[in-house]
């Protein structure tokens, strides 16, 4: 036997040791989620790890080197000199200076503002560039076609977004990730606690999945325009930004003394004002809401491009947890010994408008799906009910019907969201001034009338064969909503002039001069446009029958 025969096999170099260790956890990776593996398989390569690196290591380097010029000068001891970063001489409004001369910098102030600085970019950094990947990456699968092919995998929708998710904008998370140290040293440097910076990094990361998931149903919804999300996320990023950063930036003396105050913020009956944890657990709450309602609406899309964003019976849960979190702002606590109406009034009417307009871009089918059910639906319930052993009738299927029109399903949230309104004006009767029992319920059912009479004049006109179906809806809504006030404005001198025009035309606009406001009025108000509501809706309903018609019965009815 040779003596090689008994040399035991060489153990691999270290870069071989690393390259193997990297493909283990890339099969382990791809076991778990196989998209998430195609993705990075695309993202890490050598050339883009270094540049995700240096632009991160570059960026903080300047940014040290700008707070850095920023610092007062040491070079001349008593040397006059204003700064934000010192701490300052009561007697001259200057810098204060020690014994030796030298400048007493605050560097809690320094490291707080090189925090918060920082801090921000990171998520703009995060947030923008992952929005910007994630809809140029699904617009380029479309037009290749692979995402057809994706459709067809066996893997489920949930888990094809997480990949694209957490795979697309690695290098983004990379660039971020390696500045994360000089962040959290910052950060405490400035005073506050490691459990404080947690929060922090909570609140970023929820954050920055709401607007990822909202970036992929932008990219569902056909848009390849992936800088049209940048705008859209950077309008909505800015005071999203500005909220987390107060929420942590609020002292905890602060919420100690609006523990004893009896103007803390609540949300029904809870004091979310007297912490800060509560505050953002209130936030986090909602935030998570909202990415599970917008997951839902994704996996719908994802399967089938021509679905509504959520199914009728999905919407009824959604308006009712709207209508919780939007009622809750409105109420009261029972220690507060007055209602200002006006602006409750206006909120609640305002409610109604984001709610209906919610509902008509949720429910309203294609035009073709409309069609297709106004032709077929008795033999689809008469297929449906031979299935489930029960008569199903024609009301049952516009109340939960995927293509039926959803005229009915949105008036029944209306009047359902319309009736928890009155029914928490009604309980607040203590509260309630000479005279505005009768004008609280006749604005509540004023705007509930507008917001029928707004849904019934969309679906007429959406069923129509357009091309630019949300150009409509936003003419339509300049017309309702911004033309009568304007044109009001221009030819009354004030609202307590011409409150009657104003009931009669404008949007919730009895508010704006509720002692004056007129009962007349009011009812005028809910009359006509109850009757114009009607008149869209019959004028809808024989749209869809003229639609179910073939056109083989259409040419023999000539």
Excluded at 248 to 270: C, K, Q, R, Y
Excluded at 315 to 322: D, P, Q
Excluded at 336 to 361: C, G, H, K, M, Q
Excluded at 410 to 415: N, R, S, T
Aim: glycine fraction near 6%; proline fraction near 4%; charge should be neutral.
């Amino acid at each position: 036997m040779s003596p090689s025969s008994h040399t035991s096999p060489v153990p691999p170099t270290p870069p071989a040791a690393v390259e193997l260790l990297g493909d283990r956890l890339l099969n382990a990776i791809g076991n778990l989620n196989p998209q998430l593996l195609r993705e990075l398989k695309g993202q890490l390569k050598p050339r883009n790890l270094s540049l995700a690196l240096g632009l991160s290591l570059v960026a903080q380097g300047l940014l040290y080197f700008l707070f850095y010029a920023s610092l007062p000068s040491t070079a001349v001891p008593f040397q006059p000199q204003h700064s934000d970063y010192c701490l300052e001489d009561l007697s001259t409004y200057g810098c204060l200076f020690d014994a030796d001369g030298v400048v007493q910098i605050d560097w809690i102030r320094w490291h707080s503002h090189f925090s918060y600085t920082l801090g921000a970019g990171l998520i703009a950094i995060l947030v923008l560039g992952g929005v910007y990947q994630l809809i140029a990456n699904y617009a380029k699968e479309r037009q290749t076609g692979t995402l057809d092919f994706l459709r067809l995998t066996p893997q489920s929708g949930d888990r094809i977004f997480l990949g694209k998710i957490l795979g697309v904008p690695a290098m983004v998370y990379l660039a971020v990730f390696a500045a994360i140290p000089l962040h959290a040293a910052m950060t405490l440097l400035s005073g506050y606690t490691l459990l404080n910076l947690t929060l922090f990094y909570v609140s970023a990361i929820e954050i920055a999945v709401l607007f990822f998931c909202s970036a992929m149903l932008i990219a569902c919804l056909g848009t390849n325009q992936a800088w049209l999300g940048v705008v859209l996320s950077s309008s909505l990023l800015y005071p999203a930004v500005g909220l987390l950063y107060v929420l942590f930036a609020i002292p905890e003396e602060f919420f100690g003394d609006l523990a004893n105050s009896s103007t803390v913020f609540h949300w029904w009956i809870m004091p979310l004002g007297q912490s800060r944890f509560a505050l953002m657990s209130f936030c986090w709450a909602w935030t998570g809401i909202g990415i599970y309602w917008i997951w839902q609406a994704l996996g719908r899309l994802f399967r089938n491009s021509h679905a509504t964003l959520l199914s009728k019976t999905q919407t009824y849960w959604l308006t009712a947890e709207v209508t919780l979190f939007w009622l809750g702002f409105a109420a009261k606590t029972p220690s507060l010994e007055r209602i200002d109406w006006e602006p409750v009034l206006y909120f609640l009417s305002i409610f109604y408008l984001v709610v209906t307009i919610a509902l008509n871009l949720i429910l309203m089918p294609r035009r073709q799906s409309i069609q297709d059910w106004a032709r077929y639906h008795h033999v689809n319930a008469a297929e449906a009910s031979a299935e489930s052993g029960t008569r199903r009738s024609i009301w049952v299927d516009l109340l939960i019907g995927e293509k039926s029109p959803p005229t009915l399903a949105i008036a029944l949230q209306l009047v359902a969201a319309c009736g928890v309104c009155l029914a928490w004006v009604l309980g607040m009767h203590q509260y309630w001034t000479p005279g505005m029992g009768w004008k609280a319920t006749g604005i509540i059912l004023a705007a509930f009338a507008s917001m029928l009479l707004f849904s019934s004049l969309l679906q007429h006109i959406l069923h129509w064969k357009l091309k630019q179906r949300h150009a409509v809806m936003l003419s339509t809504f300049f017309v309702m909503f911004v033309v009568p006030p304007i044109a009001l404005t221009i030819l009354t001198q004030s609202v307590s002039d011409a409150t009657d025009l104003w009931t009669l035309f404008v949007f919730a606009g009895s508010t704006f001069a509720i002692e004056s406001a007129t009962l007349t009025a009011l009812l005028g108000t809910i009359a006509w446009q109850l009757a114009a509501a009607g008149l869209f809706t019959y004028q809808f309903k024989r749209s869809i029958e003229t639609l179910g018609r073939s056109d083989v019965r259409r040419l023999v009815e000539r």
